[in-house]
């Protein structure tokens, strides 16, 4: 069933699909999306891509780097992220006042999964057991409900971002582009309490007392990559420890049915206390029929022209 279909990677400053713009996956110039709320530059990464836009590497040399290569990673989504203080200077946080005047809490700083529709009708036998399996064996921060009108699954962004670095971290095109290893301003990790070590990190902030002692400050860059080898978008299959799904019946909730010809997974960086969305990063499977030969979706136009307020380019010009 999975050859019927083709992926699509596409990226914006929020939900709206107009100010959002098709990844260049696996090639290391970052898409750079400038929005009102944050700077972001992104490399997607994804082993084995056959997808959109044609031509594209089917890999990343980021996948024969250490850790991915003994890790068997089988996408990243990697990230420079520069908030900017809102528009309107007034707190709207959880009473942290400080954090509101000068960036993020960390409490508040969230990643992960959201969908317009209900999927409750849809979920695969064994779904709960999975859940327990990603929150035990990957990230025991995780929150969310599958069950909602609007399922979300979130998890903070201190303890399920694999890798953290205080500044942009580099640019490396032999390491397939964006490249951030666990660190940077030792200075203020230290002074946030913030251990070192990236496992070290993630434990440390499961504590909702620890998330209150970090802040993302506007105007400073933090370098994230989230990875792992589950979710094999090659073969629309996740892959957990003793556990196997193929997903591409349950995509989007929907299953395939010809009324819809396009699912999309949508990971999310956003603001629990106010509901800003800094980023989306859609992954969408349309079927191949769909696409013409250069890759164009019926009903569908080139990257538009996206309002003054949100500038979305392609660009490697300032990359460190």
């Known amino acids: 069933m999975a050859d019927k279909y083709i992926l699509r990677i596409t990226a914006g400053p929020g939900y709206d699909p107009a100010d959002h713009v098709e990844v260049p996956v696996n090639k290391p110039e970052p898409v750079v999306i400038t929005g009102d709320l944050a700077d972001i530059e992104l490399n997607v990464r994804v082993q084995d891509y056959k997808g959109l836009p ?9 996948f024969d ?5 003994t890790n068997q990673d089988q996408y990243s989504i990697c990230f420079r992220f520069t908030p900017k203080a809102p528009k309107d200077s007034g707190s709207s946080g959880h009473g942290d006042d400080k954090a509101d005047d000068d960036g993020i809490s960390g409490l508040d700083l969230q990643f992960g999964n959201d969908f317009d529709r209900p999927i409750r009708d849809r979920l695969p036998p064994g779904f709960g057991t999975a859940m327990g399996i990603v929150r035990w064996w990957i990230d025991p921060g995780l ?24 500044g942009p971290g580099t640019f490396d095109e032999s390491k ?16 946030a309490g913030m251990p070192s070590d990236a496992k070290a990190r993630m434990k440390w902030a499961l ?11 506007y105007g400073k860059t933090y370098a994230v990559d989230f990875f792992n080898p589950y979710l094999d978008f090659s073969n629309f299959a996740l892959r957990l420890p003793g556990f196997h799904l193929p997903v591409l019946k349950y995509w989007d909730g929907q299953g395939l049915r010809m009324a819809r010809r396009s699912h999309t997974l949508r990971y999310v960086l956003r603001n629990r206390a106010t509901g800003d969305v800094y980023l989306a990063v859609c992954f969408t499977i349309h079927l191949k029929e769909d696409v013409d030969e250069d890759g164009n979706i019926p009903e569908e136009t080139a990257p538009p022209v996206p309002a003054d307020d949100h500038e979305v380019k392609t660009s490697a010009d300032d990359v460190d």
């Open 54 to 62: 044609r031509g594209s590497p089917t890999t990343s040399p980021y």
């Open 176 to 191: 397939g582009g964006i490249w951030v290893e666990e660190g940077g301003d030792g200075d203020v990790r230290e002074k």
């Open 143 to 166: 929150d969310g409900d599958a069950y909602a009108d609007k399922p979300y699954l979130y998890g903070p962004g201190l303890s399920s971002f694999n890798a953290l670095s205080i």
């Open 207 to 217: 504590s909702d007392d620890a998330k209150k002692r970090w802040v993302y400050e």
């Open 65 to 69: 780097t250490e850790p991915h290569a």
